[in-house]
């Protein structure tokens, strides 16, 4: 069977026009703020030297930190009150252009601005915001962001960690019970932190009122630790050798009850607790709330790394030569097809993704302005850990891929991809596992589930059961007038023309989508009606399932978001070759999932060898124009830190 | 659909028993040697320290190979009548044992012995191996391989280092015509090689003999180059950090005539040359032999590391707890459906992988022992890449698996997985770039096909056109009886029972390569009518199918050797466990080509459905015995290098 894809387009073609236009499109309404933040920061405070041990890299991590202050950097998200500039939005943004350097660098800001400031932003009151807020940014008080214990890596709601009020001294103290409470992977522990924004259980007269965070300083002026804190080092890790992570231990540590951040659980000088948030599940989720920022922001940093493993790779295959044709000619990597097929779908994905982390951003932005309602930031929060794993088990394969696709020279550390490797890593793990965030999706998009298992009993769920899965999740997220048009332009194409046509793609992932979904509810349903002792094997038995689910979700979104940008761009080659890059990036995502399709006769094998076979075309036309295409991921070159990828 | 598999059997458990059982059954006839090697080794030489420097790593593994010596590891597969003990076959069982500790050992150790040593054995006449196997052997020697140039990894055919005889003096010529041919990556060069087995090609009186290895000299007593030696180094690469990997330049290097390793290729005082091989071509081939012992080595030392990641992994999973079920209880992570379809799959692998790699050394003994024919040597070198390919492959995908199961532990150097995914990253790539042996392996499989290319017209072509697929590659490699019976009580199975009937299985893997082959066999019949300008191109599409052909291939091959092993091993505990990890591994196997089988309608749907809820039980069954299942791998304790793992 042959398939019918369109030739590559006769206009002219200007390799520098073809990536101006592609980079303006992805970096979409951030387009401006980024281009001048890539322009403004330079490779001395972005590129870490190969080979340094792990004092010198840290220090030149706390040093380059230094320096990213002069630039504004720090101060971008925050409130303009408190010396701010730009929007929460930007600041994610900001995150991405610094994801494209060196990722020590990239962690320990997120670790300074994003996590220990954004606590103090987020859940401090206007007081505490004022006190720290600008040392959080000029530098002048280094933090630790101290949730994660030992002993409960993702299971945050069971952190052991005591916050005890003491109304006395008008003190709380702050206390780990056991070894296993022990903070651990905390940046900026093991060095250079003064002072940590920690999680533990709030108790107040013997009553535990959860999870809540406290101001604790952790060292003096002399980087000593402090009477009670017992700081360890993490010494070697699989990577991200300047982030100087440790342990945290605290012994009956005493601080000042002001230094509580109380936005949302108060303790007053007599002791009474109290909060806005009447509902202690809605209060534990809001305390989370920096979690839905890091977790946007790890995800584009990952998706930065990746593009800059992938201009690397597309580089060395340009000029890499391998032997010779029947002719004596000698053929350059990237003309093989097999390099064609590592390489250029994970360009393709790289599109996809940043169109997707754009409409995500701009969600977070609309949620923080007060836009929406709660269920908007229910839906938030689904799919920034949607997109963080699916990002970052995207990094981790394909810088891997683009590493080995570079030979010997990929695995020499001067040129760049080993030490993306190892650093972008632990992105899978940190911030939220994959694999549990994957059952978080999955438990977003079953709406009310949450509330069932503790709340209602059975014949109620039975009654309920038509609402079990979110509808208004298996929505369209944008570009909803486009796609509804796509998709009846394709239901009139014959069915040769439909591998292209885009209304058809939506249709196949939606579909997936929902059946997937109902399914699952009807599956959940019936682990509802067991007894409790039951319920854990049972649900259990789903977790393949809800992995399937999240996937199919975010799948479709991403998708649409492509589209969302596609209409955005104007016509022009880079609108032709977006089209092109959005037909590899649906067929290869349909035809990673054509088993499913294929089991339920969704569509017949010779369609799908038909989708098979132009994939491989479409990765050969886009061979064309795959420099201007990697430019556009707007990886600048003083950035690359790799001598196969100069010029 | 639900499928019926037979429950767990009511035997008693004695892990210990079991576990040794399994142990036994998976290192086959080398058992005893292996177990021996495993006492007699201790953790002082093959456990390197976490977090050292460069110079300190290169000291210590510098100092371990010599520990080495001491055990008699490195006179294992040397000749008895220079020094050697054992046989070829079991220099590559220590290979795998020593693979189980410090992979940068391992591979300092393979360069030494496997490499440097291996082409004076190979390729030496009787008085060379006399005058430097001995100290190979005793380190007396330290030598390099230097084979690959930085301009032509995979391109062996093509170096440009040139070794020109000079009648005048007696001696050889060594230079290095251009900076892209300088020797790479080459271990041994950057510190402690003191010589150099050098490929390139020999120009004897003008005429150009192809490529012919020579040892040439390299550092004097005080380790500073000698003349006309340029030697470069490496640094930091991707992991290995205790090899010294370098590049080598010779300017004008002389040296006698009796360095030429002239087994196959003599140069006479008067300037003559002769070989016993007439054919140019096969004389290359031969010329390469030390590789396949190289891959074959490499592939197995790849399991090892991946075994002692999965061991470690395990170990971890069975201590740790996460969350609680709805009765409070706490969960560890090994009950998880999840984490059971992440690592119960690959152990499963581990053991198809083992049974493999022992047929695999069986066959390279035979060929060395002087059974078999051209077309046995032939084989061999197919089956070398293609189980080199699909066990590194494996390696960096399950290890990398394995760290992200252990979360943020897994990321902490201490626990000893970050070092092991970073060591054998390289292994993709070394020894034969695994996407190039891909292309190989399919290349083995068309028998005549490299005939056909250079020397027969087209009509010539398509009249042997029957005999295109090589036959004798397409039969049973092992176990034939065994086997046959298989298919045969099978193919009288209901279809209900055949999910677990390993001649359905053996039918599967079997079918699907044949018709794979016999489809780029009729392809490669119409690119070889092609005009020899467009058969480049021709021949480049099919790149992914001739990768797929060698997949499929391999799969049937493993699957064999897996039946083969479990025939061998006596009725019992392990013999049972054996058995579902061969149905887990099979089944596992064919639903990763689901795509295929359904595109051809092979099987239906529901089967497919089927297959997949057969895994998922699989998993979950064989978790009770996983934790004999992992011991049975053989990775001792004092070898793991990983806190989470102690006991």
Redesign the interface.
């Known amino acids: 069977m042959t398939t019918t894809i369109n030739p590559t387009p006769a206009a002219p073609r200007d390799r520098a026009a073809l990536a101006a236009g592609l980079r303006a499109a992805l970096d979409g309404e951030f387009h401006e703020f980024k281009q001048g933040l890539r322009e403004r920061l330079d490779a001395e405070t972005m590129v870490r030297p190969?080979?340094q041990?792990?004092d010198t890299a840290r220090e030149w991590t706390t040093n380059s930190l230094r320096r990213l202050t002069e630039t504004g950097y720090n101060t971008v998200g925050m409130p303009e009150e408190f010396g701010g500039t730009e929007s929460f939005a930007h600041s994610i943004a900001a995150f991405e252009v610094l994801g494209t350097g060196d990722l020590s660098l990239t962690i320990k800001s997120g670790v300074q601005s994003g996590l220990f400031g954004g606590a103090i932003l987020n859940l401090g009151n206007d007081e505490q915001r004022r006190r720290w807020l600008p040392g959080v940014m000029n530098l002048d008080i280094l933090g630790c962001y101290g949730m994660?214990e030992l002993g409960?890596?993702?299971?945050v709601q069971?952190l052991e960690t005591t916050i005890t009020y003491l109304p006395e001294t008008e003190e709380f103290e702050v206390h780990t019970p056991t070894d296993d409470a022990r903070k651990?992977?905390i940046g900026n522990a093991a060095k250079d932190g003064h002072m940590a924004a920690v999680f533990g259980k709030l108790i107040v007269d013997g009553t535990d009122h959860g999870v809540h965070c406290i101001v604790v300083p952790i060292r003096d002026d002399e980087g000593n630790a402090l009477e009670g804190i017992e700081l360890g080092d993490?010494?070697?890790?699989?990577?991200l050798l300047g982030v100087d992570n440790g342990t945290i231990a605290f012994h009956h540590v005493r601080v000042p009850r002001e230094n509580l951040l109380d936005r949302y659980g108060h303790v007053s000088a007599d002791g009474t607790y109290s909060s806005p948030i009447e509902r202690r599940g809605k209060r534990f989720s809001t305390m989370l709330s920096t979690l839905v920022r890091g977790r946007i922001s790890v995800g584009g940093a990952g998706a930065s790394a990746t593009r800059r493993g992938l201009t690397i790779a597309v580089r060395h295959a340009l000029k890499r030569t391998?032997?010779?044709?029947?002719?004596g000619?000698p053929?350059h990597i990237m003309?093989?097809?097999?390099?064609q097929?590592k390489l250029v779908p994970e360009l393709a994905r790289a599109y996809a993704f940043g169109f997707a982390q754009n409409e995500l951003m701009k969600s977070f932005q609309a949620v923080a302005d007060g836009e929406g309602d709660e269920t908007a930031q229910r839906e938030l929060g689904t799919h920034a850990a949607g997109l963080k794993a699916a990002q970052t088990r995207w990094a981790?394969d394909t810088l891997?891929m683009c590493?080995?696709a570079c030979?010997?020279y990929?695995?020499?550390?001067?040129n760049g991809?080993?030490t993306l490797?190892?650093d972008a890593?632990?992105f899978?793990?940190?911030e939220g596992?994959?694999?549990v965030l994957s059952q978080l999706v999955a438990r977003g998009l079953l709406s009310g589930f949450q509330a069932s298992?503790s709340n209602l009993d059975m014949l109620e769920t039975v009654r309920r059961s038509a609402a079990l899965v979110s509808n208004r999740l298996l929505e369209r997220t944008t570009a909803k007038a486009t796609i509804d048009r796509l998709v009846s332009i394709a239901s009139r194409k014959s069915s040769e023309e439909k591998i292209l046509a885009r209304g058809w793609h939506v249709e196949l992932l939606e579909y997936r989508e929902k059946r997937i979904i109902e399914a699952l509810g009807m599956r959940m349903r019936e682990v509802l009606k067991l007894d409790?002792?039951e319920?854990?094997e049972a649900m259990?038995?789903?977790?393949?399932h809800m992995?399937d689910a999240a996937a199919a979700h975010m799948d479709r979104v991403i998708l649409e978001a492509f589209i969302e940008g596609i209409s955005e761009t104007e016509e022009g080659h880079a609108r032709e070759v977006l089209i092109k890059l959005c037909d590899l990036y649906a067929l290869s995502t349909i035809?990673d999932n054509?088993?499913w399709y294929?089991?339920?006769?969704v569509y017949d094998?010779?369609r799908?060898?038909g989708i098979a076979q132009a994939i491989?075309k479409l990765c050969a036309e886009l061979t064309d124009d795959i420099e201007a295409i990697t430019d556009g991921l707007g990886v600048e070159e003083k950035f690359l830190n790799s001598v196969i990828a100069q010029a």
Chains 1, 2 share one sequence.
Not at 410 to 414: N, R, T
Not at 598 to 601: D, G, I, Q, Y
Request: charged residues 20%.
């Open positions: 190969v080979g041990d792990i994660t409960r890596g993702s299971d069971s651990a992977y993490h010494g070697h890790k699989g990577g391998q032997f010779t044709t029947p002719t000619e053929v003309r093989y097809q097999l390099h097929r981790n891997q590493r080995e030979g010997g990929g695995y020499m550390a001067e991809l080993t490797t190892a890593d632990v899978a793990t940190f596992d994959n694999t298992w409790k002792s319920q854990f259990n038995q789903c977790q393949n992995a035809h054509a088993t294929l089991e339920r006769s094998g010779p799908s060898r491989e």
